[in-house]
């Protein structure tokens, strides 16, 4: 039973347009995720987080909006760039936890 | 740079051979975790360490083991590999200290079963 769950596999962007990536999770207890960004023979690197107190997180190009009532967050990059392209995978942990549960990821291919 | 390193990136070893995966720190976190990542799959938590304690997932199979002799270094040791073993392996560190704090990962070991 997936906690995590990134429905799109893959998405496609047009360089200097939006990418958006989606996330939800199931288990209410969850208060605080994460955005890793996954290269090819590499490890996945942290991205962005959000605390269950907020709904917004902005780091430069990256912004990750979390609604709780509807157990889903999102992922924005503006504008995307070729770098971009990556596989992307949302994280979430509870209560200060050792654990993080992790989706499946989505494949971003950004277009020039 | 502090990092995670793993050794050695590329593994391959035959049914029932035991195998040893490699993983070291210099970010000094007391947390080390192994995942198991099939592809196009989220990575699967097998085990970590919290200092010295180790804490294992209910699902993970006998056959991994775990090994953190000292704060740097952590093991994973697959006693008997099975086909369904070939996996990419992730190393992540973290520190646990009554806050939200991120995994650092390490680059993986690709686990070949032959």
């Known amino acids: 039973d997936q906690q995590v769950k990134q429905n799109s596999p893959s998405l496609s962007v047009q360089e200097g347009r939006i990418s958006i990536l989606n996330c939800d999770y199931t288990n209410s207890m969850f208060d605080y995720f994460l955005w890793y960004k996954k290269y090819p023979a590499e490890g996945p690197t942290f991205l962005i987080s959000i605390s269950s107190i907020k709904d917004k997180n902005e780091d430069g190009r990256f912004t990750v909006f979390l609604n709780k009532s509807a157990k889903h967050l999102s992922l924005h990059i503006v504008p995307s760039q070729p770098g971009d392209s990556a596989v992307y995978f949302c994280a979430a942990m509870a209560n200060y936890g050792q654990n993080f549960v992790f989706g499946p990821g989505t494949r971003l291919s950004v277009l020039p | 740079d502090a990092m995670v390193i793993q050794n050695p990136r590329y593994q391959v070893t035959q049914f029932g051979k035991p195998v040893t995966l490699s993983c070291s720190q210099t970010l000094n976190h007391n947390v080390m975790y192994w995942y198991q990542q099939k592809s196009s799959q989220a990575p699967k938590l097998l085990f970590h360490y919290y200092d010295k304690d180790f804490n294992n997932e209910a699902d993970t199979p006998d056959n991994f083991q775990s090994r953190r002799p000292n704060t740097s270094f952590c093991f994973l040791d697959i006693r008997s590999p099975g086909l369904g073993d070939a996996a990419m392996y992730l190393c992540?560190?973290?520190?646990?200290?009554?806050?939200?704090?991120?995994?650092?990962f390490g680059p993986g070991t690709r686990l070949t079963v032959l």
């Open positions: 992540a560190t973290s520190t646990l200290d009554g806050s939200y704090n991120e995994q650092f």
